[in-house]
């Protein structure tokens, strides 16, 4: 068989496949290779950040490939020893046939190459979703205020308050990271005349491609948090008034329209992009021990995480309670659409759904911060469940860690920021909050430590007491376990356990806090260990 699309190097990875071998490229022909027509090298070149290639380059490392005979069969690339790794499943044609794209992908992304599928995927949700349409905040909250786009064809935007519109109206949101260049946004001074017209000139490309997409699904209005929230009101009111609400903004969204791909306001929610590095790879196989021969689809493992997890605003810490809390999300990447719900995931190269093994983790967080909390305690008392209990803190613990992975723009942000989903989670454990902790168990979530080998970092100003996860500007590594422990069985006692809030909202930005334990003293030694250049300690 032969796949003529491909350099000869890559033709020998599908002639005869091996559990281990090294490929035939170096690191000068892989470059050539992926610039002159090899779709599977254009495609792992691609996927090197330019650190990476530059790295590899500049020290000749060597290519690794191997075969991994698991239950899905595997590809992987191995750039030197630890600068970079790429991984693909082999999927035999005929399993994913009813789920893979049968068309062309376009040059871009603009509306008029992807509406319809859009359109497709927004409907069928909408239609025939259950658990996507049950879901929305049990509080009758709402933002403030939306941007009205209009309800003829052209996009004639205006600020509006949702307290003059009529019961029932459906808003979209969006995610968008602000960046370094300045967007407009709504001041005490021009709120009146955005409440006539958004002037046209001062809207960044990214808005103005997100309501197009308002438009083009039939909606009316979007609520944008730079348009929609007072950025200047005296002592910062209004923001902390919305802020409040955040966690029923989102969920009593329709959909949200995620700028996944854009750095900031320039790059807009379209890209024009290469259809060969997006387009699925097909490969022929011959007849070996690992695999049956036949027509397999070569698909980046990584798919979700190099364009949704990684991308831009990605390192927004907002964005990590805007997407979990919200029912539906339409993903604008640089590379392609993404879809997520309750219910799917799906991008343009699997408009049907993705295979299982290429699918997002998040659909345990889904699961967490949407349970049937009742029913749950049912299942528990007929021994169906567990400690559902146990399951929320091990929930809160996975946002906390995605979360501390994110920036913020203002470090005083760092709980409001996560307001949204510490209200959820409080719904649910029915608990007091105290600086991102919880009351009961609090001996074990004290024991959070900072992720890798990076110093601990304080912010420049108080955030937290030092007890507190959030008190370092740092990725953090939860407990590994929530014990289902009773006082007798913990070492320590809380004596006293205070925390002061702004405005007194106990999920909000933290002022003071101070934590008194009785417990036993060990005496103890730290060793300080210096590496040498071999990596060993002295």
Not at 168 to 195: A, K, P, V
Not at 279 to 306: F, H, K, N
Not at 467 to 493: E, G, M, Y
Request: aromatic letters at 10%; charged letters at 25%.
């Amino acid at each position: 068989m032969e796949n003529e699309d491909l350099c000869q190097a890559c033709q020998a990875l599908f002639v005869e496949v091996k559990d281990h071998q090294m490929y035939r490229h170096t690191l000068g022909g892989f470059s050539e290779s992926a610039t002159n027509g090899c779709r599977f090298c254009a495609i792992r070149w691609d996927r090197l950040s330019r650190e990476q290639r530059n790295e590899i380059v500049k020290h000749e490392h060597r290519i690794e490939v191997r075969h991994w005979k698991t239950r899905q069969p595997m590809l992987r690339f191995r750039y030197g020893s630890l600068v970079a790794t790429l991984e693909f499943l082999l999927f035999p044609i005929e399993d994913v046939k009813d789920l893979v794209c049968t068309t062309v992908v376009a040059s871009s992304t603009r509306l008029s190459e992807s509406w319809p599928q859009i359109k497709r995927w927004y409907e069928d949700c909408l239609q025939n979703h259950s658990r996507c349409r049950s879901l929305s905040s049990s509080e009758n909250m709402y933002p403030a205020r939306l941007i009205d786009v209009g309800c003829g064809q052209e996009v004639e935007p205006r600020l509006c308050e949702t307290s003059n519109l009529k019961v029932g109206f459906r808003y979209l949101t969006l995610s968008h990271r602000w960046g370094d260049h300045r967007i407009l946004c709504l001041r005490t001074d021009n709120i009146e005349q955005m409440r006539r017209k958004v002037l046209e000139p001062a809207i960044s490309k990214t808005f103005k491609e997100a309501m197009l997409v308002v438009k083009a699904l039939g909606e009316r209005y979007i609520w944008i948090d730079s348009l929609c929230i007072i950025q200047d009101s005296p002592n910062r009111s209004d923001w902390f008034e919305e802020s409040t609400k955040m966690h029923a903004i989102y969920a009593n969204a329709f959909c949200n329209i995620s700028a996944t791909g854009a750095v900031d306001g320039r790059d807009g929610c379209f890209f024009d992009r290469s259809p060969l590095l997006v387009q699925p790879l097909r490969v022929e196989i011959a007849e070996s021990e690992e695999l049956t021969r036949g027509t397999y689809l070569c698909v980046d493992w990584d798919i979700w995480s190099s364009n949704i997890n990684n991308a831009p605003l990605a390192r927004r810490a907002w964005v990590v309670q805007e997407r979990l809390l919200s029912k539906r999300v339409i993903h604008f990447s640089q590379r392609q659409i993404f879809w997520e719900c309750r219910e799917r995931q799906t991008c343009e190269i699997f408009p049907h759904g993705m295979p299982p093994q290429l699918q997002q983790s998040h659909e345990a967080i889904y699961k967490g911060i949407d349970p049937d909390v009742e029913g749950a305690r049912a299942r528990e008392r007929r021994g169906l469940v567990s400690h559902p209990e146990l399951n929320v803190y091990e929930l809160w613990n996975s946002i906390v860690e995605a979360y501390t992975q994110a920036s913020l723009t203002m470090e005083d942000d760092k709980f409001v920021a996560i307001m949204g989903l510490a209200q959820r989670i409080q719904e649910l454990l029915k608990q007091r909050y105290f600086a991102g902790l919880w009351e009961k168990h609090l001996a074990d979530q004290l024991l959070w430590s900072p992720a890798g080998s990076q110093g601990m970092v304080k912010p420049q100003k108080y955030i937290a007491p030092s007890w507190s996860w959030a008190s370092f500007v740092v990725p953090i590594k939860s407990p590994c376990l929530i014990r289902d422990t009773t006082d007798d069985n913990t070492l320590i006692q809380i004596v006293d356990l205070d925390v002061q809030t702004i405005n007194d909202h106990p999920l909000s930005q933290v002022t003071s806090g101070s934590l008194t334990l009785r417990g036993s003293l060990v005496r103890g030694r730290i060793w300080k260990e210096i590496l040498d250049g071999g990596g060993w300690a002295k």
